[in-house]
């Protein structure tokens, strides 16, 4: 039997990534002061990394949130991420905590292993599970892992007998990058693990793509908005554009709103073809 993963019930299916924050001490009250907008505006999943600005993200995050009140903490959904040169069971650890420090946060959402590194799945699965025993993280889970990445993810999550496994794959998902539809989406629906859409407006090319531009026009939104209501049309994804512009802030969060119709979503198969063939989904 699978670990079952753990069972996220996000604030809302579309948040604010924060990748490019944190790096520079000039914007960094213009960033701060963007994170509040986005929590004025009513996001409440946020998600950031120890990699970001060297901590420098999270410190921004933490900095925007100081006026939301402790209270209301579990209104929130912070996700952050440990970089492989700190997954160790020990290495884990240390990262979250100091992650936990920087955003003044208490505990995190869902932790992920950023990238799958050198180290051994059980190193980091232990210090996930120290993690959850200390009530450190809610949920963990990966990111840009593959089909391949995950059977042996599942394999050391089994041998470690942990209650919970891994909840979610934070994957780049996009009209202009559509690979995961390959073969890992099914894997993962079929295996109970919700997917987060990164890059979800291609680092932002796809607001001023001009095919989707047009199509966006005629029903009355933008580029942008299209962009994300497509990469949330299934329940089981969410989505994390970053913005550190106020207006595009909200811009943004009015996607979550958006329902694409099946003509629409005909026409941006057409102009973002989805992968060719989909292989049978591997029985692991
Ligand atoms: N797990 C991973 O390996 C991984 C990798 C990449 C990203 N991520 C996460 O996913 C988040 C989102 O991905 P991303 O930052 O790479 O790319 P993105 O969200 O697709 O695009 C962000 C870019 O688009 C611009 N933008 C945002 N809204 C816009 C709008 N309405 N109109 C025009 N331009 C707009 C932003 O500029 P302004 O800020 O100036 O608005 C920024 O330059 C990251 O911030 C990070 O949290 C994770």
Same mark, same amino acid.
């Given at each position: 039997?699978?670990?079952?993963?753990?069972?996220?019930?996000?604030?809302?299916?579309?948040?604010?990534?924060? $990748?490019?924050?944190?790096?520079?001490?000039?914007? !960094?009250?213009?960033?701060?002061?963007?994170?509040?907008?986005?929590?004025?505006?009513?996001?409440?999943?946020?998600?950031?990394?120890?990699?970001?600005?060297?901590?420098?993200?999270?410190?921004?995050?933490?900095?925007?949130?100081?006026?939301?009140?402790?209270? !209301?903490?579990?209104?929130?959904?912070?996700?952050?991420?440990?970089?492989?040169?700190?997954?160790?069971?020990?290495?884990?650890?240390?990262?979250?905590?100091?992650? %936990?420090? !920087?955003?003044?946060?208490?505990? &995190?959402?869902?932790?992920?292993?950023?990238?799958?590194?050198?180290?051994?799945?059980?190193?980091?699965?232990?210090?996930?599970?120290?993690?959850?025993?200390?009530?450190?993280?809610?949920?963990?889970?990966?990111?840009?892992?593959?089909?391949?990445?995950?059977?042996? $993810?599942?394999?050391?999550?089994?041998?470690?007998?942990?209650?919970?496994?891994?909840?979610?794959?934070?994957?780049?998902?996009? &009209?202009?990058?559509?690979? %995961?539809?390959?073969?890992?989406?099914?894997?993962?629906?079929?295996?109970?693990?919700?997917?987060?859409?990164?890059? #979800?407006?291609?680092?932002?090319?796809?607001?001023?793509?001009?095919?989707?531009?047009?199509?966006?026009?005629?029903?009355?939104?933008?580029?942008?908005? +299209?962009?994300?209501?497509?990469? %949330?049309?299934?329940?089981?994804?969410?989505?994390?554009?970053?913005?550190?512009?106020?207006?595009? %802030?909200?811009?943004? $969060?009015?996607?979550?709103?958006?329902?694409?119709? +099946?003509?629409?979503?005909?026409?941006?198969?057409?102009?973002?073809?989805? #992968?060719?063939?989909?292989?049978?989904?591997? +029985?692991?």
């Amino acid at each position: 039997m699978n670990a079952p993963a753990g069972v996220l019930h996000f604030p809302a299916r579309l948040g604010l990534g924060t $990748w490019m924050m944190g790096e520079s001490r000039a914007a !960094r009250s213009r960033e701060v002061a963007a994170v509040a907008h986005a929590l004025q505006v009513g996001y409440r999943l946020f998600d950031t990394a120890e990699l970001y600005g060297d901590g420098g993200a999270e410190r921004v995050l933490g900095e925007a949130l100081l006026d939301f009140g402790r209270e !209301r903490r579990p209104e929130l959904f912070i996700v952050s991420k440990v970089k492989p040169a700190h997954a160790s069971r020990s290495g884990v650890l240390a990262a979250c905590e100091a992650s %936990i420090e !920087r955003l003044g946060c208490a505990y &995190l959402d869902l932790y992920l292993l950023h990238w799958r590194g050198p180290q051994g799945f059980n190193q980091t699965l232990q210090g996930f599970g120290d993690l959850l025993q200390r009530g450190l993280i809610r949920h963990f889970g990966v990111s840009n892992f593959d089909v391949e990445d995950l059977v042996r $993810w599942r394999e050391a999550e089994r041998s470690l007998g942990l209650g919970a496994g891994a909840a979610c794959n934070q994957l780049y998902y996009c &009209l202009q990058a559509r690979g %995961i539809e390959y073969q890992l989406l099914g894997w993962q629906r079929a295996h109970g693990m919700q997917t987060m859409a990164y890059s #979800p407006l291609g680092r932002g090319e796809l607001a001023h793509h001009p095919g989707l531009a047009r199509l966006a026009k005629a029903r009355g939104v933008s580029a942008a908005q +299209m962009a994300l209501a497509w990469s %949330i049309r299934d329940a089981d994804v969410v989505t994390i554009p970053k913005s550190a512009d106020p207006q595009r %802030i909200e811009e943004n $969060w009015g996607a979550r709103e958006l329902v694409l119709g +099946m003509h629409e979503l005909a026409q941006l198969d057409q102009l973002f073809p989805p #992968p060719r063939s989909k292989r049978p989904l591997a +029985m692991v």
